[in-house]
Antibody
């Protein structure tokens, strides 16, 4: 059974870069699309972007200039970098398999990131 | 981007009752709509995709309907484990967007 686990710092200072890693176990990162989604407190879910295992990516236009998503097939990991963070980037961050680039069918448990000095 | 509006925000029902949740899109998404369930402290899980197709392992009491701009998730008879927040999501255009959620709570 495929499992995803997000990891990274829980606290990031304003203007710095948020960096998260998602490790995939019980399955291969190859052949799939993968996504990052976040849920700010009191708000709904927001898709940050996706990456295909070959490295093709796309990001939400609202975040595009600040987002980098990468994949390391040798480690079965994907990564998210979000630059110049502000308080509004405080959220629970999830990685998920983006099945055929359509829907998110396997989710990580999520990791809470707080942006604060 | 396409805006999804879910109603009601909160639905107070008793176990065994029927739940009807609505999701309305700001423009047509054809049948490219999914529903997710999120329980407290857990990540969302896929229930329904392409408007009416149940994801693997989802009980038959969950059903989806609709097309275009109006969609419905129906839970025919609420079980205790069904009390949760439900989100709709469209994949018709980039970026995929989610509704604000409907909380189904115990009355």
């Amino acid at each position: 059974q495929m499992q995803l686990q997000e990891s990274g710092p829980g606290l990031v200072k304003p203007s710095e870069t948020l960096s998260l890693t998602c490790t995939v176990s019980g399955g291969s990162i190859s052949g799939n699309y993968w996504s990052w989604i976040r849920k700010p407190p009191g708000k709904g879910l927001e898709c940050i972007g996706y990456i295909y295992y070959t490295g093709t990516t796309n990001s939400n236009p609202s975040l595009k200039s600040r987002v980098t998503i990468s994949v390391d097939t040798s480690k079965n990991q994907l990564s998210l970098k979000l630059t110049s963070v502000i308080a509004a980037d405080t959220a629970v961050y999830y990685c998920a398999r983006y099945l055929n680039g359509r829907y998110m069918d396997v989710w990580g448990k999520g990791t809470t990131v707080t942006v604060s000095s | 981007e396409i805006v999804l509006t879910q109603s009601p925000a909160t639905l107070s029902l008793s176990p065994g009752e029927r739940a009807t949740l609505s999701c309305r899109a700001s423009e047509s998404v054809s049948s490219y709509l999914a529903w997710y369930q999120q329980k407290p402290g857990q990540s969302p899980s896929l229930l329904i995709y392409d408007a009416f197709k149940r994801a693997t392992g989802i009980p038959a009491r969950f059903s989806g309907s609709g097309s275009g701009t109006d969609f419905t998730l129906t839970i025919s008879s609420l079980e205790p484990e069904d009390f949760a927040v439900y989100y709709c999501q469209q994949r018709s255009s980039w970026p995929p967007t989610f509704g604000g959620g409907t909380k189904v709570e115990i009355k």
